[in-house]
């Protein structure tokens, strides 16, 4: 396998069913619609009987149903056979994907392999590849069970790249278009439509060389660390793949230390600036406490100046500005029978939930009785406004994420508290294709 060591990168070999009929051989990644198993009974009835990637995934859903080993034991016998019955080929390369949501964007995205040696998940880490929110380690053994010697592996972790110039996935996608797909078609349940193309030889080599020589020098510090690579989704999965490498390298010396293919894990690299990529803050409701008191402890904490407005949708359109020279914080809530709208206008340049995180578990830390159940995580505008509303409940509207202050925050900062952003929708997420040799 041709590996670019400085960078924790490798040309794997990639396995895809000889045949591909991506409308039952592709599902969603294993960690979506984790409370809807009718979603998941009616990707089972998409698959049918034919190979399907579905039967070679755990999804969370079923995590806490009492039959998890009988079930890995199943996946782990599904991968043997779909190995051994030669449905897969398998070659040497990249794969460049171009990825339509229902929602008319367009994703692009690297499929490769990552040295999990140059990854950690761990808070202050200055690794070539870090993690981005926060890592449960809790949430790892149940997954390794699934991972520890499974013959295949299959991606649905996603690494970002801040590449301004587009030079890695751009690059690999104007040299991979100039010959036909590989795959190309329609994703289950209406989730769009998928299309990838092959990234293999001298051309290509020299061209990922480049870009991650360029990528490497623009994301090295003053200290020399180098930051290349951010997990944007999957990090638990990621986090799982090097747990299992630790355990495995113990029984592993010389050669085969650089050459297992557990050393490695696939995953898809997505350029932070692609437009078809959305970032959306997770906004925060506080329900049982002082609203008015949390407020004024926030402006406390993080500085700044209190404006008051007098509709939800002049709030909402202040919050959003992309032209804001500092963080603002949307508080919407109901006292003494009155609508209360207000924003916390700071000079925070840092990703808003950052400064805010702390400060919020520091207050309830103090003041609530049950911290588990008095704050909750809402995506979309819509919902978190109409939650202020609520009786004893303050909602927390954030500002868009920054783009170009976010690996700059990650570097400085380290982790971002676990529920910081989302990268699109539930049915956006990446959906399983490519394949690897694992054990």
């Known amino acids: 396998m041709k590996t670019f060591e400085n960078y924790g990168v490798q040309i ?17 990644a294993c960690d979506q619609y984790t409370q809807d198993k009718d979603y998941w009974a009616r990707a089972k009835e998409a698959a049918g009987s034919n190979p399907s990637s579905l ?60 040295d999990l040696e140059k990854y950690e998940w761990k808070p202050g880490s200055k690794a070539l590849i ?23 592996e299959l991606p649905h972790i996603m690494l970002l790249a801040n590449d301004a110039k587009d030079l ?20 289950m349940l209406n989730s769009g439509h998928i299309t990838g193309w092959k990234v293999a030889g001298s051309e290509a080599e020299s061209l990922l060389e480049n870009a ?8 090295t510090d003053s200290d020399g660390n180098c930051f290349l690579f951010a997990v944007g989704d999957g990090n638990h999965s990621l986090a799982t793949a090097k747990a299992v490498w630790d355990e495995h390298k113990k029984t592993l010396s010389g050669d085969d230390l650089k050459t297992s293919p557990v050393r490695y894990a696939l995953v898809e690299v997505v350029n932070i600036y692609d437009e078809g990529l959305t970032f959306e803050p997770i906004h925060r409701v506080i ?46 809530t109901t006292i003494a029978g009155k609508e209360k709208l207000c924003v916390l206008e700071t000079k925070i340049t840092d990703l808003a939930i950052a400064a805010l995180q702390p400060v919020l578990d520091e207050y309830l830390d103090k003041k609530s009785k049950d911290k588990k159940n008095d704050i909750d995580y809402i995506h979309g505008t819509e ?3 109409k939650l202020g509303h609520k009786e004893n409940a303050l909602s927390i509207l954030l500002p868009p994420i920054a783009k170009d202050s976010f690996f700059q925050t990650i570097a400085s900062r380290g982790v971002l508290p676990r529920k910081s952003f989302s990268m699109g929708e539930a049915s956006e997420k990446r959906f399983y294709v490519e394949a690897r040799k694992l054990f």
């Open 12 to 28: 794997p070999e990639i396995l895809l069913p000889e045949t591909i009929d991506l409308k039952s051989w592709s599902v969603i």
């Open 55 to 114: 039967n070679l995934i755990f999804p969370e859903v079923y995590l806490n149903d009492g039959d998890g080993e009988a079930r890995i034991k199943k996946i782990h016998e599904t991968m043997k056979s779909y190995i051994d019955s030669g449905i897969f080929n398998g070659e040497e390369e990249c794969i460049y994907i171009e990825r339509k949501t229902e929602y008319g964007r367009t994703r692009k995205g690297l499929v490769l392999a990552v």
């Open 130 to 152: 870090r993690a981005t929110e926060a890592t449960v380690p809790e949430r790892i053994p149940p997954r390794m069970k699934i991972r520890s010697g499974a013959p295949v």
């Open 168 to 187: 890695l996935v751009g690059g690999a996608g104007t040299l991979a278009k100039k010959n036909s797909p590989i795959y190309d078609g329609d994703l």
């Open 212 to 219: 991650l020589s360029s990528l490497a020098k623009a994301g």
């Open 287 to 332: 329900f049982n406490q002082d609203a008015g008191s949390l407020i004024l402890f926030t402006q406390e904490k993080l500085g700044g100046e209190i404006k008051n407005f007098d509709s939800e949708k002049e709030l909402e359109d202040f919050v959003a500005d992309k032209n804001a020279k500092g963080a603002r914080y949307g508080f919407i």
């Open 383 to 385: 919902d978190v406004v």
